[in-house]
C-alpha cells in the first residue's frame, strides 16, 4: 500500500487522516531520493582530483587528491568548530564553511535561462504586482515570525558578498519614479572552485549547520570580537545590550547582515541566554574554565534554537495537523507521550523569561515608527528608546504582512543600502532582486518547479487564485503562459 501512495503522495492534504499520514511519509521517501541533489559530480572531481586551486575557497574540493586531513581532533567529538568541519566524520567538509549549496530539482534544470532574464522585467512586477496599496496583514501570527526566520537564515546560509564588478541590468522604464535607465544589481559572488563542466554552482559563506553561527561567527576574528573571555560569556553593555562597532554603527554580534529591530531582539535575547548559561553551568560545575563554559553553552542555545524552531516557530507557520506530528517526531520520535511533550508554545517560554510581558502593557510602539528608520544602524536608537519588554510586547501583538499579491513592503523596493553592507552602497529593490535572483541562479519558474517537485501542474491562472482581478494581472504580465510564472 505504502507504494500506491508514492505513486499518487503529492497532494497529501487532500487525504483524509490518517491516508494523509501515508501519503506526507511516500512523499518524503519520493522526495529524499529524487530532490536531494549533490552539486559536487564526478566532473568535479575528476577535474579537480589532482590539483588545489590557488583561489578555490571549498573544504572538500580545495583537498580532493590529497591525504584529506581536516584537523578533526578528539576535541572535536565535543564542541563545534567555527569552520562547521569535524561534524560528519564519514565526510568532514560537509555542512562546513564553502561548501557548495546542493539542488533541490535535477541539475540539469538548474541552467540559467539568458535569454528569458528580465522576460518579463522583474521591475514591472514588483512596480504592477508585488507594490502595497493597503497592508494585508496575516493574522495567525505575529511579527515575530519575521526577526525570528531571518535569525534562523543567516544561521544557515548566505551567498555572500555579490560580484562588484559583474552586474545584471535590469531595463528601467521612463516614466519609473525610482530608478533611471537601468536598476544595475551586482550578480551573485561565483562560487571559487567551479569547474567549466560543472551546472551553476554556489557556495555557502556561512556554515551549513544548525549550530548558531549568526550569534558565534564563522572565524576566529570576529568569535574573539563577541567573547568576553571570562567564565564562557559574550559580550553585552551595561544596558544589557549589545556593543556597538561604531565604524558601522551596527551592533558586535556573530553576524550582523540586513540589520533591523526584529532580528536584533533575537540577538540580543539568545546572547543574554548563552550569559546565563554559562551561569547555570558554572554554578554546577565550578571547576569549568572559560572555553569549556562557552563551548559547553554554545552547543546547549544551538540546539534550543533548533527545538523551538523545528516545535513552536514551523508549527505555528504550517498549521495543520500531519506538519505538527510529523515536526513533533521529528524531535521526539514517534510515542504519543513524546509527542504531548512538545506542546510548550514561544509565548509561554518568552513569558517566563521576560515575566513583564503578561502585564499588558498598552499600544504598538511601531506605530511610532517608520520601518525604514529601524533597520540597519538606526536599529539601535529603537533599542536605546525602547525597553526590551515593550518591544517584545508590540512585535509579539503586531501582525506581519501576508505574502500576497500587492503586499510587499515598499521602503523594501526602495531601500538605500549603507556603505556598511557587504552588497555595496546604493539603491535596490528588494522585490526586483527577489524575482532576479532565482532567475540569475537558474532556479526553475513555478510550474516547471511543480513538476520537479512532484506537484500536479497548474494549466490555468485561475488554479493560482480565487481573486479574479489577480488571475487577470498575472495572466497579463505573464503574456497568458502559465510556464512563465515565477517561483
Ligand atoms: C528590514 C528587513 C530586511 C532587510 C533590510 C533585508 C535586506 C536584504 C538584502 C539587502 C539582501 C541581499 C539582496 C541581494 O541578493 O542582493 C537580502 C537577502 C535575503 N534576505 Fe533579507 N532583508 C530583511 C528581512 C528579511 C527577512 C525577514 C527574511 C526572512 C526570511 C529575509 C531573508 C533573506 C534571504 C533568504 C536572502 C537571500 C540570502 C542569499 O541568497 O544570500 N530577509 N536581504
Not at 529524499?32 to 572538500?60: A, M, V, W
Not at 526577526?147 to 548566505?158: A, E, I, K, L, S
Request: charged share 25%.
Amino acid at each position: 500500500m505504502f507504494y500506491i501512495f508514492i505513486l499518487v503522495s503529492s497532494n497529501w492534504w487532500q487525504y483524509p487522516y490518517p491516508y494523509d499520514i501515508f501519503a506526507i511519509a511516500a512523499s518524503q521517501e519520493k522526495l529524499q531520493k529524487e530532490n536531494f541533489i549533490d552539486s559536487y559530480t564526478e566532473s568535479t572531481e575528476q577535474s579537480y582530483g589532482h590539483i588545489r586551486l590557488r583561489n578555490c575557497l571549498d573544504p572538500k574540493i580545495g583537498k580532493l587528491g590529497k591525504k584529506v586531513r581536516y584537523g578533526c581532533s578528539k576535541r572535536c567529538h565535543k564542541f563545534r568548530r567555527l569552520d562547521g568541519l569535524c561534524n560528519d566524520y564519514e565526510n568532514p567538509a560537509s555542512g562546513s564553511l564553502y561548501y557548495r549549496f546542493g539542488r533541490n530539482v535535477p541539475l540539469n534544470a538548474t541552467v540559467r535561462d539568458e535569454k528569458n532574464l528580465y522576460n518579463p522585467n522583474p521591475r514591472d512586477i514588483s512596480r504592477t504586482l508585488m507594490k502595497r496599496e493597503k497592508f494585508i496583514p496575516v493574522t495567525i501570527v505575529n511579527i515575530l515570525v519575521a526577526g525570528w526566520v531571518q535569525f534562523m537564515t543567516h544561521d544557515w546560509f548566505d551567498s555572500g558578498k555579490n560580484d562588484r564588478c559583474r552586474h545584471l541590468k535590469v531595463p528601467i522604464r521612463d516614466d519609473d519614479p525610482d530608478f533611471c535607465k537601468t536598476m544595475d544589481i551586482p550578480m551573485t559572488r561565483r562560487d571559487s572552485c567551479r569547474n567549466s563542466k560543472d551546472y551553476d554552482t554556489y557556495q555557502n559563506t556561512v556554515t551549513h549547520w544548525w549550530d548558531a553561527s549568526q550569534l558565534y561567527g564563522i572565524n576566529k576574528q570576529i568569535n574573539r570580537r563577541i567573547r568576553t573571555r571570562k567564565d564562557g560569556k559574550l559580550k553585552l553593555t551595561s544596558k544589557d545590550r549589545l556593543p556597538i562597532d561604531p565604524s558601522t554603527g551596527l551592533p558586535i554580534t556573530g553576524n550582523a547582515l540586513n540589520w533591523w529591530v526584529g532580528l536584533g531582539i533575537f540577538h540580543v535575547i539568545w546572547t543574554r541566554e548563552h550569559n546565563y548559561v554559562c551561569d547555570m553551568l558554572k554554578e554546577r560545575n565550578p571547576t569549568w574554565n572559560d572555553k569549556m563554559l562557552y563551548n559547553t553553552a554554545r552547543l546547549i542555545i544551538a540546539a534550543v534554537i533548533g527545538k523551538i524552531h523545528t516545535l513552536e516557530w514551523t508549527t505555528a507557520i504550517l498549521h495543520n495537523d500531519v506538519a505538527k506530528l510529523g515536526l513533533k517526531s521529528n524531535w521526539y520520535g514517534i510515542t504519543p507521550i513524546e509527542i504531548a511533550r512538545g506542546n510548550a508554545s514561544l509565548a509561554a517560554w518568552l513569558i517566563k523569561r521576560f515575566p513583564q510581558l503578561s502585564s499588558g502593557l498598552p499600544g504598538s510602539i511601531v506605530n511610532r515608527y517608520n520601518m525604514k528608520d529601524t533597520v540597519f544602524e538606526k536599529a539601535e536608537s529603537v533599542f536605546e528608546e525602547n525597553s526590551m519588554e515593550d518591544l517584545l510586547y508590540t512585535f509579539g501583538n503586531d501582525y506581519p504582512g501576508a505574502m500576497t499579491l500587492h503586499n510587499y513592503p515598499n521602503f523594501l523596493r526602495n531601500l538605500d543600502l549603507p556603505a556598511s553592507s557587504p552588497h555595496g552602497k546604493g539603491k535596490i529593490d528588494m522585490a526586483t532582486i527577489d524575482i532576479l535572483r532565482d532567475r540569475e541562479r537558474g532556479i526553475p519558474r513555478y510550474n516547471a518547479f511543480r513538476r520537479l517537485f512532484h506537484l500536479t501542474p497548474i494549466t490555468k491562472f485561475e488554479d493560482l487564485t480565487t481573486n479574479p482581478t489577480h488571475a487577470e494581472e498575472l495572466r497579463h504580465m505573464y503574456n497568458n503562459d502559465v510556464e512563465k510564472i515565477d517561483f
